[in-house]
């Protein structure tokens, strides 16, 4: 086979873990290209669009100081901040914990074993490398008793977010000396006709195809097929060709289709994916470059949700929100017409965070009167006025019914606070589990929301090392690699937040190192023969 270039390690894909395993076989000595499907306009997957939030072990407030950042670029927290800072350790059983008990024990427990022991080290690296993380204050935490009380185990945010990340990404790849080629897709993986390793990779670049060899292979890292409407509803079902997409509009399944060629196997819950609340005004085919992540609706463990009919259909308060809002956009896409309305009184609306539900973000439709926002929402769609009322009615009854029985429990958004709809003398059919309080205090608002998919769960399957594993012997296809959310097996029906990036970041250092490694090896074989 004729080549046009030659590289030690490419890689297909231009986000955290692409970005990750290029940096990383770099830093080793390989020489790297990197290639990534969208123009440098559109570049960053869905890195770009995340809050870049990232889920570590951690022994308490003392392990992370020394490496954190004010939102302003500072170095370090100023004392009378870090006084004010209430934040318990994050242990490796707790993350473990996390992880079986949101996937209902499904995820591969090599895959979940790795990603709990190696969380911290991932993080490191980033911080080593030049990354600048900051406490997440509006998303982990409420200012409750005069105190920051962080929750939920995921603390640590990047500064910039998912941009900032991206940009951190890309300038130390380049000062590592990686090759970073935009508007470059993958087409097919190149394999040797005897032994069917992969040894390079065709692409279509400047209006021409092109054949890159790798000498020591090729890691995918180009994300699942959560942009493909017709993936969607072969593999999610009916209705999720309709649903929006939260990020990049180039991942519609490449990696899946290029490593299923060359034997690859398919794992995990192709039937799942990671879906949220999100903004029912917003772009349906792509996310919004400027908004980006602020289109989630994550508010709603303050409130309720309805959906058309005016009744509600999840249990808003049954965990903290980063272990639910990953599975409340498939339940919402169930409902009539594909979204529901989030309500709640004056109590509520003070907890909720400005950059989701800023007049400048979203659109708050508000009243004096629960009636008057029964009108309200006649106008957006709702279509039995009645029931509304009825079910808040309901639901505030049903509220104070606990409060009266337990006058000892008090409302705390930062732990799951048991104040609940499940009295003795009263309780609904429906509970809410935690933060269950009256709407009652005027004024109202409400917001419409639908679903926004973020990446599908179904992925190709893969040893520890980030092999691809090939579906005839069960065994690693040599020369391939691959990292991110094209990674099958770890999460099913739903995942603790931030632990994506983080296991992007694990698995594509793993890809870079093996393929690294694995060139080098063909090198030594070269000059000995």
Known sequence: MIYDETFDVVVVGGGNAGFSAATTAAQAGAQVLLVEKAPIEESGGNTYFTAAAFRCC????????????????????????????????YSKSDFLTDIHRVTKGRADPALAELLVENSREAVQWLMDNGARFTLSFNRQSFFTEGKYKFWGGMVMTMIGQGKG??????????????????????????????????????????????????????????????????????YLGPGWDLAHVRGTRYNVGDGHRMAKEVGAMLEGNYSGCHSVAWDAKSPRH???????????????PLGIMVNVKGRRFVDEGFDLRNFTYAVFGREILKQPRGIAFQVWDANGVKWLREEEYADDVTTNLRA??????????????????EQFLDTITEFNDACRSYRDEQPNRSFDPAVRDGMSTQGKSRSLSLPKSNWAMPLEKTPYTAVEVTCGITFTFGGLAATPQAQVVREATRSPIEGLWCAGEILGGLFFDNYPGGSGLTMGVIMGRAAGKGAAERARQEAATSTTE
């Not at 308490?60 to 020394?66: A, E, F, Q, S």
């Not at 629960?370 to 709702?382: N, P, Q």
């Open 286 to 300: 792509s996310g919004d470059r400027v908004l980006t992540n602020q289109y989630t609706k994550s508010g709603y």
């Open 368 to 385: 004096d009167s629960l009636e008057e926002l029964a009108d309200v929402l006649v106008d957006m769609g709702l279509t039995n006025r």
């Open 58 to 89: 951690f022994n308490g407030l003392n392990d992370l100081l020394p490496y954190l950042y004010q939102s302003d670029g500072t170095k370090g927290l100023p004392q009378e901040l870090i006084d004010k800072i209430e934040m318990a350790p």
């Open 165 to 234: 990340l991206f940009q951190c990404h890309l300038e130390l790849a380049q000062k590592s000396g990686v090759t970073v080629r935009f508007g470059c897709p993958a087409i097919d993986l190149l394999t040797d006709p005897i032994t069917n390793a992969v040894l390079g990779v065709r692409v279509y670049s400047n209006g021409k195809f092109g054949n890159i060899a790798a000498r020591g292979g090729v890691v995918l890292a180009c994300g699942g097929f959560q942009a493909s409407p017709a993936l969607r509803a072969k």
